[in-house]
């Protein structure tokens, strides 16, 4: 490619961008709403990189300090994140609508909790769900209809943002946390969140990855690449190398448990099965997101409930202030003595329902390798964690046990030059996407970690806000509802973000934390980023 080819290509590009990272084809209050949800996100992002939370105040009641600013923005966040899902919400098919519904309700309940204490409070937690109701049930219209939806659907946060000025809901929550012992779940869940946002945004941008990386691999160089990595993975399982890449956190005895290597097998078979077929028939795209929150939420069904459990409580509170929760604790309660069962029944339906789906369809998905990866990964390890003894032997693998029987599948592949027509770059990618996913965070010092996580979330909502948006849909409601999707979910994944990981105690958890749920995670992810990925042209 020429230089001019190439900077008319890269200027096309930019223009490109910048038109998806605009706001065409909305009504003018929808509009609005998205700017200022960009604008609030970008000032997150801001305070999420330099730590900033503006002045500290002392709480004259509990006498610890709480960051004013800090919960001033995180009422407007959720309102702005209220809004937003109405709008996608009265423009969504009838299953969602029911969803996003609950979602701004529960948005608003959290917001309005804020509010003091008295008798107003109930009327103002009444008038607040009122005008919500009202403004879900507008079907969508013209720019002054989505003006009235939109300013009934700000009205819980804007009762709130009055409140807040006066006290700390941030601080009375994150105390709330810490005083239920729920630090530990936070952390981890504040983990997937970040694994899921940031896998995403890969994931969004892999087809134009692929478009840009032309160079050529010969399968001369896949066998040299297989070569070192075999010789560094054998350093490794020798503990050679210490704690570099990974450490006995990915490498644990098991030489003398045979029955893992089969798992190991098996998985890497169906890596390395899938992988390099897609080569020449690419997986088709779609699924892939809803089905990693399900995968996040199903290895995390612990932390999830009892947070939600949190949640629960706040919204009674807010309604009733001196209404007895306790009740409340019993489902996270059973959940945590049962937590092993519970995680098995859900990778046994992941698995089941992704088996079923392909055997009916005969088509894979990336959505669905996703589930089907994701089973045959958790679906052992959940039957040894729940059932094992003393005496029984281990029989789930190890990321690393994984990472090796895929790297001499591939070794195997290049020397042998089988199957016929395989290409070599796919082959590539089954060495070097493994040592990037499930090493990364050991290239550099542990003290940079939370620095390094903190610059990856920023990095990931740019991209999904301006950098590589979705494109405008002629359609404009559906324009519309994309829109205010991907704002809302880009916004709440900031906010939360903040909100958690400025709390001493919660942040002190995460290196911890995002092993474990890397340990879930990392390899069914690994799966789906190594296949090949493309839409189909229709026949």
Request: glycine share 8%; aromatic share 6%.
């Amino acid at each position: 490619m020429t230089q001019v080819g190439l900077r008319a290509r890269l200027g096309e590009g930019l223009r490109t961008r910048a038109l998806r990272a605009g706001t065409p084809n909305l009504e003018r209050p929808i509009r609005v709403v998205v700017l200022l949800a960009q604008a609030l996100a970008a000032v997150l992002c801001l305070m999420i990189l330099t730590g900033w939370r503006g002045p500290a105040v002392l709480n004259r009641f509990t006498g610890t300090p709480y960051w004013p600013w800090q919960s001033i923005l995180t009422v407007v966040a959720l309102g702005v994140i209220t809004v937003t899902t109405t709008i996608a919400c009265v423009r969504s098919t009838p299953a969602r609508r029911a969803l996003l519904s609950g979602v701004a309700v529960v948005l608003a309940l959290l917001t309005m909790d804020a509010l003091g204490l008295g008798s107003a409070r109930v009327w103002l937690v009444v008038l607040g769900l009122a005008s919500l109701v009202t403004a879900l049930a507008l079907p969508p219209g013209g720019r002054d209809r989505e003006t009235v939806r939109c300013a009934l659907a700000a009205v819980p946060a804007l009762m709130a943002l009055v409140a807040t000025v006066r006290s700390s809901d941030v601080e009375q929550a994150l105390a709330a946390v810490r005083g239920r012992g729920l630090a530990p779940s936070a952390a981890i869940l504040l983990s997937l969140l970040t694994i899921f946002a940031l896998t995403v945004s890969v994931e969004g941008q892999r087809e134009r990855t692929g478009r840009l990386l032309h160079w050529r691999v010969t399968t001369r160089a896949v066998l040299a690449a297989a070569v070192l990595k075999l010789l560094l993975l054998g350093a490794l399982y020798l503990h050679l190398t210490g704690g570099f890449l990974g450490g006995d956190v990915f490498w644990r005895a098991r030489v003398d448990q045979p029955w893992s290597w089969v798992h190991a097998a098996l998985v890497a078979g169906l890596m390395v099965g899938v992988a390099v077929p897609s080569s020449r028939r690419p997986l088709e795209p779609g699924g892939f997101t809803p089905r990693l929150a399900a995968v996040s939420l199903g290895v995390g069904i612990m932390q999830v409930t009892a947070l939600a459990t949190l949640v629960a409580i706040t919204v009674v509170n807010t309604v009733s202030p001196l209404a007895d929760t306790a009740s409340l604790f019993a489902l996270p309660d059973w959940v945590i003595d049962h937590v092993e069962v519970v995680q098995l029944v859900i990778a046994g339906a992941i698995l089941l329902a992704a088996s079923t789906q392909l055997a009916v369809r005969r088509t894979l998905t990336a959505g669905l390798y996703l589930w089907l990866a994701a089973g045959v990964w958790l679906v052992p390890a959940l039957l040894g964690i729940a059932f094992a003894s003393d005496t029984s032997p281990t029989a789930w693998a190890a990321p690393g046990q994984v990472e090796t029987v895929v790297t001499l599948a591939v070794l195997a592949m290049a020397v042998a030059r089988r199957p016929a027509g395989f290409q070599p770059r796919a082959l590539m990618l089954l060495v070097v996407v493994p040592l990037v996913v499930l090493h990364l965070d050991s290239f550099w010092p542990e003290a940079w970690t939370d620095q390094v996580t903190q610059i990856a979330v920023v990095l990931a909502v740019v991209i999904a806000l301006w950098l590589n948006p979705p494109p405008a849909f002629a359609d404009r409601r559906r324009n519309e509802r994309s829109r205010a999707l991907l704002v809302s979910g880009q916004l709440g994944v900031l906010t939360l973000y903040l909100y958690l990981f400025n709390d001493a105690q919660l942040s002190g958890l995460l290196g911890s934390s995002t092993t474990i749920a890397w340990l879930w995670l990392g390899i069914p992810i690994t799966a789906v980023l190594t296949a090949r990925v493309a839409a189909r042209p229709r026949q």
